[in-house]
């Protein structure tokens, strides 16, 4: 496993909401539904993404754009058109006096619009819950990214296009794993690009010694690491792997095999009945106690309370 792959293990993508969205102008669409992390690929005809407090930034087919939350945003056909559509969470769709949508703008199975033969069509994907794995991804991410299409290999929009309006067995479960394969996609090039500043973990990945290290970690969290013995299968010493880890990913090699043992760990104690000793044994810690130690050390707060803040996966 790399970086990439184990940050987005946790949070991959499960029931997601994706929709294709066919529009005819004059349209505009505000999004508040705070999800943690949304895309926008354009299909056809142009679209107006605009952040609240920042200039619009024009999207045209082929381009594509990934949205943190909470933050509200509007998409559009021109930047002054007035907000017709809101987005809250969960998805409901209203007008901006809070007349449900849903009916009136529903197109078949996956498909929203107000026009079937509309000028501007839409993919959108949209992580609805925030695992705890994902948070040092998100917080590696600008608030707004996009990604014109001669900036990224855009080859899966076509399958997800053709994907997303079929009712088939299993069709969910697919468009979940396409839909994380166009994120895959979109931040391999974004971390590729120097404006970027990927951050140490991502560029550590590709390091001959501390690449290595933290693969190990990735693939096998529960195995009882040492420094010397990370340093032996990267094949350098103990005081080269210490300098370099550091060097490149910010922190001491035991310092981030616990952040990645109590991130892991945060996110499995969201699965429902499952005990804290069971999550201690899977990350590293001989019991629920020493992972409740170190839980409440580094999160202060508790496995417990951390389970009561957190609702668990649908």
């Not at 190990?216 to 529960?222: E, G, R, V």
């Amino acid at each position: 496993m790399d970086a990439l792959a184990g940050l987005l293990d946790g949070p991959r993508a499960r029931g997601a909401f994706l929709l294709r969205t066919v529009m005819n102008p004059p349209w505009s669409i505000r999004i508040q539904d705070e999800a943690p992390l949304s895309l926008v690929a354009m299909v056809s005809g142009d679209a107006w993404v605009t952040l609240e407090g920042a200039d619009p930034v024009l999207l045209r087919p082929g381009d594509i754009t990934v949205c943190k939350g909470p933050d509200h945003y509007l998409v559009s056909d021109e930047p002054g058109t007035e907000p017709q559509i809101i987005v809250h969470p969960g998805q409901r769709c209203t007008t901006p006096d809070g007349v449900d949508t849903h009916d009136l703008m529903d197109l078949g199975v996956r498909t929203w619009g107000n026009a079937a033969d509309g000028s501007t069509e839409m993919l959108v994907g949209t992580y609805q819950l925030s695992g705890e794995v994902s948070n040092r991804l998100l917080s590696a991410l600008p608030q707004m990214l996009v990604l014109s299409e001669s900036d990224w290999d855009d080859r899966l929009v076509p399958v997800l296009r053709s994907e997303i309006a079929r009712d088939e067995p299993g069709q969910e479960v697919f468009l979940d794993r396409l839909l994380d394969l166009v994120l895959i996609a979109v931040l391999r090039a974004w971390f590729a690009r120097p404006e970027a500043g990927a951050p140490g973990w991502y560029v550590a990945q590709s390091d001959p010694i501390v690449g290595r290290a933290l693969r190990l970690m990735y693939d096998d969290p529960a195995h009882q690491w040492t420094v010397e013995s990370l340093a032996a299968a990267a094949g350098v010493s103990r005081a080269a792997l210490a300098r370099r880890f550091h060097e490149l990913v910010g922190e001491p090699p035991m310092s981030f095999l616990t952040g990645w043992r109590l991130t892991l760990a945060a996110d499995l104690l969201r699965e429902p009945d499952t005990t804290v000793g069971a999550v201690a044994r899977k990350v590293g810690y001989g019991s629920a106690f020493a992972l409740s130690t170190a839980f409440k050390r580094v999160r202060g707060v508790s496995p417990q309370q951390h389970r009561t803040r957190v609702p668990a996966p649908a």
